[in-house]
């Protein structure tokens, strides 16, 4: 059975950094996209980073482009999201995704797997 842990959020201030994991279990990481979507109050989920696992192709949502990176432990079958230089604006729960592709998907829609989420609250 899949099953995806993510952990990592908090508080943090403006310009900070939070590292989060997403702990993946019950397949091979190998043929399979996961991506960090993100939803706020009010607000849509947004993708915020994508990695194809098959290739190492990674895809990044416009407003996080340059800040946050996407990075894979295989040992650890764990994929981490670094967020540098944190806006307010980046306060959402954040979820990690994962769907049996050899190609990036972008909508949430397409993902079949979801973690819980994890908070990130970036204030003064």
């Known amino acids: 059975q899949v099953h995806l842990v993510e952990s990592g959020g908090g508080l943090v201030q403006p310009g900070g950094s939070l590292r989060l994991s997403c702990v993946a279990s019950?397949?091979?990481?190998?043929?399979?996209?996961i991506a960090w979507f993100r939803q706020a109050p009010g607000k849509e989920r947004e993708g915020v980073s994508f990695l194809s696992l098959s290739d190492g192709k990674t895809s990044y949502g416009d407003s996080v482009k340059g800040r946050f990176t996407v990075s894979r432990d295989n040992g650890k079958n764990t994929i981490y999201l670094q967020m540098n230089m944190l806006k307010p604006e980046d306060t959402a729960v954040y979820y990690c995704?994962?769907?049996?592709?050899?190609?990036?998907?972008?909508?949430?829609?397409?993902?079949?797997?979801w973690g819980q989420g994890t908070q990130v609250t970036v204030s003064s």
């Open positions: 019950g397949f091979t990481l190998d043929t399979y996209v």
């Open positions: 995704a994962a769907v049996f592709s050899s190609f990036i998907q972008f909508p949430d829609w397409a993902y079949d797997y």
